[in-house]
């Protein structure tokens, strides 16, 4: 039953912080003029499961009642690699778009 309360828990949060996400970065592409259902449309959603990773590994699985043993962070260089790669995808996608029309 812990566990899929805890599973249950996770989906929620990554449900709500994925629609913030791609609101939040959608309507900022449409503002830079970029649309939406282009051929890189899959990148924001890739950076929103690589920071969601890094967030829950981090912090989210410590604050909840699982206390097992295989709890641990993610070490800091692999962090930091992976929060640079979700950001890139984020830029990535407009300089794609502008070399690509």
């Known amino acids: 039953m ?6 249950t828990l996770i989906l929620v949060i990554f ?24 051929r890189y449309g899959g990148m924001p959603y890739v950076s929103i499961l690589i920071l ?26 692999i962090s930091k690699i992976l929060i640079f790669t979700a950001i890139s995808l984020l830029f990535l996608r407009p300089v794609l778009s502008l070399f690509s029309s």
């Open 15 to 38: 449900v709500f912080v994925s629609i913030i996400w791609v609101i939040l970065w959608g309507s900022i592409y449409l503002e830079i003029g970029i649309d939406i259902d282009e």
């Open 52 to 77: 969601f990773l890094v967030l829950y590994k981090n912090k989210l699985q410590f604050s909840g009642r699982n206390k097992g043993k295989d709890r641990e962070k993610l070490p800091k260089l």
């Open 2 to 7: 812990k566990i899929f309360l805890e599973s």
